[in-house]
């Protein structure tokens, strides 16, 4: 779960450290920040890919275990220590952790099938959570009791069908919550508040790519619908059902934009939350007050990414740069989570702390095998994917996510 003391960074956050170190040559480099709202503070994560934190500030994410090998990581409370999930077989990626520190996230086999992974408390035992009866499965999100959504193959091929998933507590047992139409053949769980509601996106009958919401522990698939345009998609969701994500909207009667949206309760509704600019606009987290974090761009740089906050129940779009004291030079370009104590994980294109060559290397040569690892898995997925702009994430924030999204 990523609201309230428990924050999970989408791992679309990982595409954009790629995008952004590259794009700034190699001089420049992303960089990883923690922010603390109530002071108006950036700490800098280090050498590191965080994907994710709980209230008693264990981290995880991945790691260089060395020049070949990307492995989860959990660290103690605060931040201190670093100890190694290791794998099931092939290189890890940690995605979420829960108050009792327990951790999922996915891993290859020694056969490079990829595998939903679940531990127990504080990172003991990494354990892996099966399929749905296909080869691969991916773990995206984790609550209170345990419960774990993701995504699976159904069949045996490659080229089978994905669905999303839930699990009981603890990880026991999956359950396929289906898709939103019958023509609709791939979906994906992206998120899940402690009362088992999920979110995340689906083809549906005419196979648009649709966000939805389902009822506690998984029960019922409802299609969440769209700002006017044809499609959506759904990144996160608070204890009381409010869901964010993005949307095609008209901007005009022959164009259109992608915007973030944030719904009411339990998924009612969907409000348009603008931008900072005349551009495009992503949702990727909201806590339990209603405050929604991302990244737009901006009316003065167009073609700049800043990430923002806005303020209760969606309310105002702000600059997230404005609100923080930055190193000189860093400028935030996306967020990607934010928790009820005010803090944000975020990204920048700054140039301040920028790590030894060796160690930086190390650590784009495992952020590159992760990436990797979702380009196998989308390889002859006949997902329909634009180019994006900067920065150039995944569709839905998800390595192995089903659906598209459109440039603004």
């Known amino acids: 779960m990523k609201v309230i003391a428990n924050s999970r960074i989408h791992h679309l956050v990982l595409a954009a450290a790629l ?21 108006g503070t ?42 190694d ?24 086999t020694a056969d490079r099938q990829t595998r939903a992974f679940i531990t127990g408390p504080n990172g003991v035992g990494m354990k892996d959570l ?28 490659y080229n089978s069908q994905l ?47 649709h966000a939805f919401i389902t009822g506690p522990n998984g029960v019922g698939m409802a299609d969440l619908g769209t700002l006017g345009g044809y499609s959506s998609e759904a990144s996160g969701i608070n204890a009381a059902g409010q869901v964010v994500g993005y949307s095609l909207a008209p901007v005009q009667s022959d164009a259109f ?3 973030a949206f944030i719904t009411g309760s339990d998924g009612v509704g969907m409000t348009d939350l603008g931008s900072l600019g005349e551009g495009a606009s992503y949702a990727f987290s909201i806590n339990d007050a209603g405050q929604v974090v991302g990244y737009s761009y901006t009316a003065t740089s167009p073609s700049d990414a800043h990430a923002f906050i806005t303020g209760p129940n969606g309310v105002d779009m702000t600059d997230l740069n404005s ?19 005010g803090q944000v994980l975020t990204f920048s294109s700054g140039i301040s702390v920028v790590p030894e060559p060796e160690s930086y290397a190390l650590m784009l040569a495992g952020l590159a095998l992760l990436g990797a690892m979702v380009r196998r898995k989308q390889k002859g997925a006949s997902w329909r994917r634009r180019k994006l702009p900067f920065p150039a994430l995944p569709a839905s924030g998800k390595p192995g996510c089903v659906l598209h999204r459109e440039t603004g």
């Open 257 to 259: 934009r992608t915007h």
């Open 19 to 39: 995008s952004i170190g590259l794009a700034f040559g190699t001089h420049a480099s992303a960089e990883e920040y923690l922010i603390d709202l109530k002071t």
């Open 130 to 157: 099966g399929t749905l009866g296909g080869d691969d499965s991916l773990a995206n999100g984790i609550n209170a009791s345990g419960q774990v959504v993701g995504w699976s193959r159904i069949g045996g091929s």
């Open 85 to 108: 999930l290791g794998t099931l077989g092939g290189n890890s990626q940690a995605t979420d952790i829960n108050a009792a520190g327990q951790v999922v996230g996915y891993s290859f």
């Open 42 to 83: 950036a700490t800098y994560l280090g050498n590191r890919f965080v994907s994710a934190f709980n209230g008693a500030g264990q981290l995880v994410g991945a790691y260089s275990a060395d020049a070949d090998q990307s492995h989860a990581f959990i660290t103690g409370p605060n931040g201190v220590g670093m100890t």
């Open 323 to 341: 609100l923080v004291d930055l190193p000189a030079g860093v400028v935030l370009a996306t967020a990607g989570n934010i928790t009820n104590m």
């Open 163 to 209: 669905h999303a998933f839930i699990t009981g507590p603890n990880g026991v047992g999956m359950t396929d919550l289906g898709t939103l139409g019958l023509a609709g053949d791939r979906s994906e769980a992206v998120d899940i508040n402690d009362a088992g509601q999920v979110v995340g996106n689906s083809y549906d009958a005419g196979r648009v790519p």
